[in-house]
């Protein structure tokens, strides 16, 4: 069993900036942010292996980054040049073959 812990959400103007981290009870290889926005269905954002491999959704190259310190069993994903569509609640996910999904956290991009 993993728990996941995220923090960082909030109220951001267009084009800021937030960084969320995701905490995870012990060592997992894969983790990865997902965000579902009202009515939409739940998307990858972007994907980390514990190696350093990483995959990001189209809508966010060049503008997030995901990253991971494996020493405290954390992820981050720091959002730029933040967009209205970006509003969304983002989970933490991780995986080793069973899948955690974190609590979710609010990121409102709203002027």
């Known amino acids: 069993q993993v728990q996941l812990v995220e923090s960082g959400g909030g109220l951001v103007q267009p084009g800021g900036s937030l960084r969320l981290s995701c905490a995870a009870s012990?060592?997992?290889?894969?983790m990865a942010w997902y965000r579902q926005a009202p009515g939409k269905q739940r998307e990858l954002v972007a994907g980390?292996?514990?190696?350093?491999?990483?995959n990001y959704a189209d809508f966010v190259k060049g503008r997030f980054t995901i990253s991971r310190d494996n020493a405290k069993n954390t992820v981050y994903l720091q959002m730029n040049s933040l967009k209205p569509e970006d509003t969304a609640v983002y989970y933490c996910y991780a995986r080793d073959g069973y899948a955690y999904w974190g609590q979710g956290t609010q990121v409102t991009v709203s002027s």
């Open positions: 012990r060592s997992i290889f894969s």
């Open positions: 980390i292996t514990a190696d350093g491999g990483t």
